[in-house]
Nanobody, 118 residues
Framework: VQLQASGGGLVQSGGSLRLSCEAS????????MSWFRQAPGKEREFVAG????????YYADFVKGRFTISRQYTKNTVYLQMNSLKPEDTAVYYC????????????WGQGTQVTVSS
């Protein structure tokens, strides 16, 4: 059981990136999924989450209106569309699966680096 995160990179302030998290098994389509991030010297923090129904989403206050989480069931993939990026969004972004829906994330992707230059 694996999660493969990708899509990170270097972008200028105000730019956009789309992160992808592909699951190795179709069963992940029924799991709540989330994105977290960790900046250097800081603790990992929650960014966005989506229930098994992709119209049920929730976000950290600092990304509301800028980031959108979605899932594509045919590709076993969860996306994080990030717009209006700021230098403070610079971090390693991780996707995670919450099989029981109790906010205990049993599966993690390897992380993808996002760097926003000013």
């Amino acid at each position: 059981v694996q999660l493969q995160a990708s899509g990170g990179g270097l972008v200028q302030s105000g730019g956009s990136l789309r992160l992808s998290c592909e699951a190795s098994e179709r069963t992940f389509n029924s799991y709540p999924m989330s994105w977290f991030r960790q900046a250097p010297g800081k603790e990992r923090e929650f960014v966005a989450g989506v229930k098994w129904r992709q119209d049920n989403t929730y976000y950290a206050d600092f990304v509301k209106g800028r980031f959108t989480i979605s899932r594509q069931y045919t590709k076993n993939t969860v996306y994080l569309q990030m717009n209006s990026l700021k230098p403070e969004d610079t971090a390693v972004y991780y996707c995670a699966a919450d099989p029981l829906g109790n906010h205990k994330y049993d599966y993690w992707g390897q992380g993808t680096q996002v760097t926003v230059s000013s």
